[in-house]
């Protein structure tokens, strides 16, 4: 965050897109965002944004933060976690899988999903013990926080590949998932659950602009422009690995330019 800091205009997301679309974006313009609403950021991040005064847009799962029920992808992960094999094993394991989960419908993932669950005779229920890495933000956590340079947003109800819903269940899911954090003043932009192209289409693009959304984030690499349609917005995704020399140049944009030249 310091090196952020010191080379980069950092602006909220909304400033971030309204300057975007009028032609007026600083120099090397920064926004930070952060997806689903898990707990450590409000522990981790949440701290080092404040101390640095650095602002962040949070996207909210609302059924996650608001009704705690554990995101798909992390029942997943820990059913597979509580298998045997190795920890590259079980990582490759829960990888190939999530990819195939991904491309089902969600009363088929579902099922697949509770096979799994009962194979490996556990499910992510609570979030209590081992579990707890897992835990969702509180809404005394995000009403602390937003006052404080963290804006909030809406990513969805349940957290499905949108582009595999039927028109109204789309509806619900971008619109509702806003109505569920009405006491909250949210972003403008949404973000997709999952973002790769193919997941999302026209209908889930217009369900977004009846709901009023003015934009919305995919998790496909790169920079925005002018040109850049505003309901696919780019980023540019940190991991744990990320750290250093590593970190500053994948910001920079060096891991997208290396791809486009030897892809």
């Not at 101390?51 to 705690?68: C, Q």
């Not at 806003?178 to 973002?195: C, I, R």
Request: aromatic share 10%.
């Amino acid at each position: 965050m310091r090196h952020f800091a010191k080379h980069y205009t950092i602006l909220s997301l909304d400033e971030a897109v309204r300057a975007l679309w009028s032609g007026r974006l600083p120099k090397n313009a920064l926004a930070i965002t952060f997806d689903d609403g898990y707990r450590n950021f409000y522990e981790h991040a949440f701290p080092i944004l404040q101390r640095l005064r650095i602002p962040a847009a949070v996207f909210l799962v609302s059924d996650f933060v608001l009704k705690r029920r554990p995101l798909w992808v992390d029942r997943l992960e820990y059913a597979i976690g509580t298998m045997k094999g190795s920890r590259d094993d079980l990582i490759r394991r829960d990888m190939t899988i999530r990819d195939e989960l991904k491309g089902l419908d969600e009363e088929s993932r579902e099922k697949r999903l509770a096979k799994i669950e009962e194979e490996a005779r556990c499910a992510l229920a609570d979030f209590s013990g081992d579990r707890l890495c897992y835990a969702p933000l509180t809404l005394d956590e995000i009403r602390q926080m937003h006052g404080s340079g963290i804006t909030f947003g809406a990513h969805s109800r349940s957290h499905p590949i949108l582009s595999k819903l039927a028109p109204q269940h789309v509806r619900e899911e971008v619109g509702g998932s806003k109505k569920d954090f009405e006491t909250l003043t949210l972003s403008s932009v949404f973000a997709y659950p999952n973002g790769q192209r193919g997941d999302w289409n026209e209908e889930v693009e217009r369900s977004l602009a009846e709901s009023g959304y003015a934009a919305a984030l995919t998790t496909i690499e790169g920079f925005n422009g002018a040109e850049t349609p505003r309901y696919a917005l780019r980023r540019i995704a940190m991991d744990g690995t990320d750290d250093g020399g590593a970190f500053a140049a994948i910001a920079s944009g060096v891991r997208l330019f290396l791809r486009r030249l030897f892809l």
